[in-house]
């Protein structure tokens, strides 16, 4: 299964995808954080995942916000309708995020996805706060960022291509430079 995780999107599609992002915006408020019992199952399970990997490094559990699962499905399916189920460019957005593509028509889980962001561990080095050499793990450090306190997601199948695509939010936002993940 062939799976990419890094963000790619003209300035044109991010500029329409704003566009629709901000019809009918309401006045701006924090994300709710959701009680768990009250979760769909995917959102459960991206919780879930998510939060394994926090109690791994001594990190407080995330919380859901519909807010942000609302944002990052408007997202997947825009990037499915609009985009051919390219990544979005998620270096403007206000939240971090995390993006999976995941090809062959294979289907992913939430869990499956997290865990592949979190592959990326072995090449932080949390003593020095950096990654190895020639590798990335940015998503890892965000699924894992001490101050990232809500969670919101969201996965679109792409039936022409045979993808998946998942979207995570992750509020405040992560991977401050400088900064320590945990």
């Known amino acids: 299964m062939k799976m990419q995780h890094y963000p790619m999107l003209s300035l044109a599609a991010l500029a329409t995808f704003l566009v629709i992002m901000t019809q009918g915006a309401r006045p701006a408020t924090a994300p709710e954080p959701v009680t768990t019992a009250a979760l769909p199952a995917a959102a459960k399970e991206f919780l879930e995942a998510h939060n394994k990997a926090r109690v791994a490094v001594g990190v407080e559990p ?14 997947v399916r825009y ?3 609009k985009m051919g189920c390219q990544f979005a460019n998620l270096t403007t957005s206000k939240y971090g995020g995390n993006q999976l593509w995941a090809g062959t028509g294979a289907a992913v889980t939430a869990s499956v996805a997290v865990e ?44 022409k291509e045979q993808a998946s695509l998942i979207i995570c939010f992750y509020d405040p936002p992560g991977n401050v430079i400088g900064e320590s993940p945990y």
Request: with cysteine.
């Open 62 to 75: 995330l919380e859901w916000s519909e807010k942000l699962a609302n944002s990052t499905s408007l997202l």
């Open 79 to 81: 990037q499915r309708n």
């Open 116 to 159: 592949e962001w979190v592959k990326e561990k072995e090449f932080y080095i949390h003593s020095n706060n950096t990654c190895v050499e020639k590798h990335e793990c940015g998503v890892y450090t965000q699924v894992v960022w001490k101050k990232s306190t809500l969670l919101g997601c969201a996965q679109a199948t792409c039936v």
